[in-house]
């Protein structure tokens, strides 16, 4: 399996601050997708970036934007303007053939 | 929307019972996916399927078997359950076609093994 590491276990920001995940990668393959999925507290897990390996343009969906690093296979994901409803556990998720997951960071809004 | 859902959220078993996890999903895909979720693991793939009766082992198949008769149902199953395999179990579903299709998942289902 490809390896995956979420160095950072735990995270806290204040409301309408910016925050970022960071996210490193093993792999020997040339293409292949990254991705960034949430896990709120209950609830189901949803996808909130994903980024492919080939496209040099760091990806951006709102609030939410990568910052894809390939020689250095790094994936960090940022959040801007946080809020409330951004508490949540994040994965960062490897992809070729079969989706390899990081350990998970816990992001927690504070009012 | 495609809807993923699992049979149980919570379930308790005692050692040694065969216990099986269901899984349906709403929007004709073709793959489907069973993960572990533990505490400083992340998730962990345990059996994919990505046709009716095809299955294929994940990264921790040891103890687990899947069952897939039906494109829309992927079931789990403990042979006989073991305390080891106390966590959270998470069901995903996808298109097939390309590696960067999104996976969606289900609520998934806590077991514990008592």
């Known amino acids: 399996a490809q390896t995956v590491t979420q160095s950072q276990p735990e995270m806290s920001v204040q409301e309408a601050e910016t925050v970022t995940l960071s996210c490193t990668y093993d792999t020997s393959e040339n293409n292949y997708y990254l991705f960034w999925y949430k896990q709120p507290p209950s609830r189901q897990m949803i996808l909130v970036i994903r980024q492919e390996a080939y496209k040099q343009q760091n990806a951006t969906e709102n609030r939410f934007s990568v910052n894809f690093q390939k020689a250095a296979k790094s994936f960090s994901l940022k959040i801007s303007d946080s809020q409330l409803g951004d508490t949540a556990m994040y994965f960062c998720a490897f992809n070729y053939y079969k989706l390899s997951f990081g350990a998970g960071t816990t992001v927690t809004v504070r009012a | 929307d495609v809807k993923v859902t699992q049979s149980s959220r919570y379930l308790v078993k005692r050692t040694g019972e065969k216990v099986f996890l269901e899984c349906v999903q709403d929007m004709d895909h073709e793959n489907m996916f069973w993960y572990r979720q533990d505490p400083g693991l992340g998730l962990r793939l345990i059996y994919f399927?990505?046709?009716?009766?095809?299955?294929e082992k994940g990264d921790i198949p040891e103890g687990y078997s899947v069952s897939r008769e039906k494109k829309e149902r992927f079931s789990l199953i403990l042979e006989s359950a073991s305390t080891n395999q106390t966590s959270m179990y998470l069901c995903?579903?996808?298109?097939?076609?390309?590696?960067?299709?999104?996976?969606?998942f289900g609520p998934g289902t806590r077991l514990t093994v008592t």
């Open positions: 995903a579903s996808s298109l097939s076609g390309a590696q960067g299709n999104e996976q969606y």
């Open positions: 399927s990505y046709d009716v009766k095809m299955k």
